[in-house]
């Protein structure tokens, strides 16, 4: 076990991450924060001379530093995979949660264990409801799983309820136009979804009018160590999309809540002309605690002039996608149509490249035993517009607003049917019909 003062080690370490570029000669500063965290000592020091049982305070270590970061903000965790790598096994659907918490399936990816057809004829469709759900790692005493309803409880309930490895089944009450139709078992998968998908002819009259829908902008670590990019699975829609010969574009950023800013540089390219052998600044990221700014550019020459572009957002599209929005309308404006409800409005970035590592087991040093990595705000981004007072301007809690405002989609049944999509056949081909 290790000996008390251990159980501050974490403390004082992301004390002196909050304090990023601070130096020796600032360690004044650092005593006096640490000081300050007078709660924190008492209750360490009460701990040690009154609490009956006896405390792991490896655990009590860890615990002290999730709660010191993660208390700082919305956007700044510790956490223990790395940021920008995601891993998570899945079914192959993508939900939709309206104002009563009602878990809408909008989307089902060809080829995942979702896309099923059972013995009786069911196959889950576009507009179904998640009622309940059962997981084969929640048993009850006779080794059955739970049923456990989520309609109507908040998402971190059904996120807890369908956790698992991809050994995990998963048992899905569904309803369908408001009545229940049964349950059915999805057995979890890590194979790859792309974060990207494509539909052709997507209001089916020979319009060509083509839809993408983007839902991040991360990379995917796979199984086997391969890393997959969003980028790479966007470019692939767009060969499909000109392949497929259709004229305009729906780009769906509904829900999508952001990523890397190199893969943000690669999605704009299409969208943001470049002259040759120059580079277009789209974005600035400024660090709050040094003189440090990054520059966000579109290199490559993707560009596909006049391409008429509407864009859909919602209050989910934050980060990465609102700076995709700012940069098509500062340089794309006059071909391009923001439609939906007002963004997040998340001005700030996060440092992803924090760590912090414990040392210490049974109050010897023997190695790093543990790697945590730290999320953290660190400063603010700024969208480039060269019409713009300054050149540029900041979002944060100041989301942007569509050119034109829908109601949100509540009712999911044909994709072309979302209130969304129906304003932007009305943009694009200037009819409801």
């Known amino acids: 076990m290790k000996k008390l003062c251990l159980g501050l080690i974490c403390i004082v370490v992301a004390v002196a991450v909050v304090c990023a570029g601070c130096t020796p000669k600032d360690t004044p500063k650092q005593e006096q924060d640490v000081a300050e965290m007078d709660?924190?000592?008492?209750?360490?020091?009460?701990?040690?001379?009154?609490?009956?049982?006896?405390?792991?305070?490896?655990?009590?270590?860890?615990?002290?530093?999730?709660?010191?970061i993660d208390g700082l903000d919305n956007f700044t965790y510790l956490t223990t995979t790395?940021?920008?790598?995601?891993?998570?096994?899945?079914?192959g659907l993508e939900l939709a949660i309206t104002r009563y918490n009602e878990y809408i399936i909008t989307y089902i990816e060809k080829d995942m264990p979702a896309d099923v057809t059972f013995e009786d004829g069911f196959h889950l469709q576009r507009g179904d409801e998640i009622y309940g759900v059962a997981n084969s790692n929640d048993v009850d005493a006779d080794g059955n799983p739970i049923f456990h309803r989520v309609r109507g409880l908040a998402s971190s309930y059904y996120s807890g309820y369908v956790e698992g490895?991809?050994?995990?089944?998963?048992?899905?009450?569904?309803?369908r136009n408001g009545e229940i139709v049964g349950d059915y078992a999805f057995g979890k998968t890590k194979r790859y979804a792309p974060r990207a998908y494509f539909v052709p002819d997507v209001y089916g009259d020979g319009t060509n009018v083509g839809y993408i829908s983007l839902r991040s902008f991360t990379y995917t670590q796979l199984p086997d160590g391969t890393v997959k990019?969003?980028?790479?699975d966007f470019d692939e829609c767009m060969r499909q999309f000109l392949e497929a010969g259709q004229s305009k574009l729906v780009l769906d950023l509904r829900n999508n809540g952001g990523g890397n800013t190199d893969i943000l540089s690669s999605v704009a390219s299409y969208f943001v002309p470049v002259e040759p052998g120059e580079m277009t600044e789209i974005l600035q990221l400024q660090y709050a605690k040094s003189d440090?700014?990054?520059?966000?550019?579109?290199?490559?020459?993707?560009?596909?002039?006049?391409?008429?572009?509407?864009?859909?957002?919602?209050?989910?599209?934050?980060?990465a996608a609102e700076a995709l929005i700012g940069a098509c309308r500062a340089y794309n404006g006059k071909?391009?149509?923001?439609?939906?409800?007002?963004?997040?409005?998340?001005?700030?970035?996060?440092?992803?490249?924090?760590?912090?590592e414990d040392q210490t087991e049974s109050g010897k040093v023997t190695g790093i035993l543990d790697k945590y990595y730290v999320v953290m705000v660190s400063g603010y981004y700024y969208i480039v517009d060269p019409a713009k007072e300054n050149g540029?301007?900041?979002?944060?809690?100041?989301?942007?607003?569509?050119?034109?405002?829908?109601?949100?989609?509540?009712?999911?049944?044909?994709?072309?049917?979302?209130n969304e999509m129906v304003a932007a056949r009305s943009a694009l081909l200037g009819t409801d019909d």
């Open 39 to 68: 709660m924190l000592t008492t209750a360490l020091e009460l701990i040690r001379d009154n609490y009956i049982g006896q405390v792991n305070m490896d655990n009590l270590d860890y615990a002290a530093a999730k709660a010191v």
């Open 82 to 91: 790395y940021y920008s790598q995601t891993t998570d096994s899945r079914i």
């Open 165 to 175: 490895d991809e050994d995990t089944v998963l048992t899905l009450r569904i309803a």
């Open 229 to 232: 990019s969003a980028a790479d």
């Open 292 to 319: 440090k700014v990054v520059h966000v550019n579109v290199k490559k020459d993707n560009y596909i002039a006049d391409l008429p572009l509407v864009i859909l957002c919602n209050a989910n599209t934050a980060s």
């Open 335 to 356: 071909n391009t149509t923001v439609i939906g409800q007002n963004t997040y409005g998340k001005g700030v970035f996060q440092r992803t490249d924090l760590t912090i």
């Open 392 to 418: 540029m301007y900041n979002i944060h809690q100041n989301p942007l607003i569509p050119d034109v405002a829908t109601a949100p989609t509540e009712e999911y049944g044909a994709l072309s049917a979302d």
